[in-house]
């Protein structure tokens, strides 16, 4: 994979995907996607900046097949209308790729479940997305789940005793604890796609340092982060360079499930799409089963053993869960 880049995007043509979020890597991605000839799907909560974002890759590709659909990764049933929604008006989903982020607000927020907004947003939201959407990524051809984790997993833990930062919430730990997350079920995913043989390829990729608006909009302009985004801008590679490892994850038939791909270069901060070090906790698989199985307590929906079947609602989910 020497250099990789969205020229090698093999023809999507006939393939039907989903990227959650409208700019930065999330808009890199559907703008790849839309020009090898998939018809995607960009699935945010803000109409006007996904419309924008159609707009803007059908001007860059006129023959582009792209909608935005509405979809709160923050709303276990905004996620849950999503579905139903994509299951009326598509047979199958081919690729499914869990982007959207929420990165260190700096006070303590809620999702509309009452889940601490990082741990909300960014993992459990397409933990439930994923859910809802394995009957039809069961019928796709080929399905790939690529899900985005980051280089903040390195430093990252799961705290089981404080999940939600009610006790104690540090920005950067809670980010980079929602973030392993999002690797641990990448692997368990594969793992439970194998045993279950849903014929699904679950990948997890991370874009190393890239100039996108995620540490602006979560810490805020004026906020050390933010400050170093706007002045030390060229420390970060462009939303398209970061975008490649994903894109990798998702098209390139040499891409290989259960794997994680990120940057080649500088610690993986930048470069070119290679295979990226997992973290030793991520590859803890009693920790991963445990994670899996709060998070169907969480989202009160369980993965069915037959992907050709819906997700099991275990039981209602209230709003401010203490857990």
């Known amino acids: 994979m020497?250099?990789?880049?969205t020229s090698d995007i093999p023809s999507q043509q006939g393939r039907t995907a989903?990227?959650?979020?409208?700019?930065?890597?999330?808009?890199?991605?559907?703008?790849?996607?839309?020009?090898?000839g998939a018809k995607v799907i960009i699935a945010g909560r803000n109409p006007l900046k996904g419309a924008a974002a159609v707009q803007q890759i059908r001007q860059s590709v006129p023959s582009a097949k792209v909608v935005f659909e509405v979809l709160d990764l923050a709303s276990l049933s905004s996620i849950k209308a999503f579905a139903e929604s994509l299951g009326s008006s598509c047979d199958s989903l081919d690729l499914l790729i869990n982007n959207a982020a929420v990165m260190t607000p700096p006070k303590r927020q809620e999702t509309s479940d009452g889940f601490e907004l990082q741990w909300g947003t960014n993992y459990l939201g397409h933990f439930a997305l994923t859910a809802q959407l394995l009957p039809l990524l069961c019928k796709g051809k080929q399905a790939r789940v690529v899900t985005l984790s980051s280089i903040a997993a390195r430093n990252g833990s799961?705290?089981?005793?404080?999940l939600h930062a009610?006790?104690?919430?540090?920005?950067?730990s809670v980010y980079g604890q929602s973030k392993l997350a999002c690797l641990m079920f990448a692997l368990e995913l594969q793992r439970r796609s194998d045993a279950a043989g849903?014929?699904?390829?679950?990948?997890?990729?991370?874009?190393?340092i890239s100039r996108t608006d995620l540490l602006p909009n979560g810490a805020g302009?004026?906020?050390a982060p933010g400050m170093a985004r706007r002045f030390l801008w060229f420390l970060f590679q462009p939303a398209a360079q970061g975008a490649l490892p994903t894109l990798f994850a998702a098209t390139a038939p040499q891409a290989q499930g259960g794997a994680y791909y990120g940057?080649?270069?500088?610690?993986?901060?930048?470069?070119?799409?290679?295979?990226?070090?997992i973290p030793a906790q991520a590859l803890d698989i009693n920790g991963s089963t445990r994670l899996w199985t709060e998070s169907e307590r969480l989202t009160g929906l369980s993965f069915p053993s037959d992907g050709s079947q819906e997700p099991k609602v275990l039981f209602p989910v209230v709003r401010s869960l203490h857990a």
């Not at 799961?158 to 404080?162: A, Q, S």
């Not at 849903?198 to 190393?208: D, E, F, L, V, Y």
């Open 158 to 162: 799961i705290n089981f005793e404080d």
């Open 198 to 208: 849903w014929g699904i390829q679950s990948i997890a990729a991370h874009p190393g």
């Open 221 to 223: 302009a004026w906020s």
């Open 18 to 36: 989903v990227v959650t979020g409208t700019g930065g890597l999330g808009f890199q991605d559907a703008l790849a996607l839309a020009r090898a």
């Open 166 to 172: 009610r006790r104690s919430y540090q920005p950067m």
């Open 2 to 5: 020497v250099d990789w880049t």
């Open 263 to 277: 940057p080649d270069k500088f610690g993986e901060i930048r470069g070119y799409p290679a295979v990226a070090k």
